[in-house]
């Protein structure tokens, strides 16, 4: 049975690295038991291995400058904000504003760390004497926009009449380390809480991944969740057609901290862990 595996990708800001999408990988779990998919043994049995995190912005350059400017806040007022998983106006100038600098001026760097991971998982696959392989990308905040331009550059050339790569031409196949049996295909995308209509406005990027057309393809889908309550997120469909799909979603229904926890409440929604488990059952069952 060709597998599925799931790549996280952290967004930006203070906040939990390692172990940041455990909550919504244990619900799509779940959404697979439930489901009685055949799915949900392995993933069970093997849940860091069926699913996987990428963490991009690990240097300290933001903890560093966070701490030199300091912080006008009261420390009461920045506690309470912690709790709630919301940053003070200093944090989001430091962690958040200054990620997005960090992210453009070591991209290939960032975009490198993505493709050894999909690398590592290609060779096991190999070496197992698996000719296919799917994996999909769960991106969160500015982990979207990593997450696009990894698959932008892993399928398609750059420039504005770009071709796509390699000669396979199935949809989702991409291109990654040395030529091998195994054919490595993106299955699916899912992006959460996604700036990805701001980083349109990039004027290079429109002759390169935010082009008209296709930036990449997909065997089975694209899928945009935003809270109409998060600052940060976009519906997609009027910028990228038909090949994305909006999908709304209300993280937090209470007042005000409904609010303060739009942003990061996506890796607790039981709706985006079922259209990922729906995802995984549908391609790992055949049924796409």
């Known amino acids: 049975m060709t597998r599925v595996h799931i790549l996280a990708i952290h967004g930006i800001g203070r906040g939990p690295r390692k172990g940041f999408s455990r909550d919504l990988r244990n619900l799509v779990v779940q959404e697979l ?100 392989l799917y994996f999909a ?50 299955s699916g995308l899912f992006t959460l809480g996604s700036p990805l209509a701001l980083f349109s406005r990039l004027r290079d990027a429109r002759a390169h991944q935010y082009r008209q057309g296709e930036p990449f393809r997909l065997v089975d889908g694209w899928w945009n969740f935003y809270d109409k309550e998060d600052p940060v997120a976009f519906p997609l469909r009027g910028i990228f057609g038909t090949i994305v799909q909006d ?18 409440g996506y890796w607790r929604n039981r709706n985006v862990a079922k259209c990922i488990a729906q995802h995984v059952h549908r391609m790992e069952a055949g049924e796409h």
């Open 33 to 132: 038991e439930h489901m009685g998919s055949g799915s949900a043994s392995r993933a069970e049995e093997r849940r860091g291995h069926f699913w996987q995190e990428v963490v991009w912005d690990e240097d300290k350059a933001a903890e560093e400058l966070y701490q030199k400017v300091g912080d006008p806040l009261p420390r009461c007022i920045r506690q309470l904000l912690r709790r709630l998983e919301a940053p003070t106006p200093r944090e989001f100038a430091c962690y958040d504003v200054g990620d997005i600098l960090d992210y453009y001026s070591r991209q290939r760097q960032v975009l490198d760390k993505v493709q050894e991971k999909v690398e590592r998982i290609k060779e096991e696959h190999r070496e197992k004497g698996t000719r296919e």
């Open 137 to 186: 990308l769960v991106g969160h905040s500015m982990g979207s926009v990593v997450a696009f331009d990894f698959l932008h550059r892993s399928q398609r050339e750059p420039g504005p009449s770009g071709g796509w790569l390699g000669a396979d031409s199935r949809p989702g196949s991409i291109q990654v380390g040395a030529a091998s049996d195994v054919t490595v295909l993106a």
């Open 247 to 264: 999908v709304v979603v209300n993280n937090c229904p209470l007042p005000i901290i409904g609010v303060l926890r739009a942003h990061g």
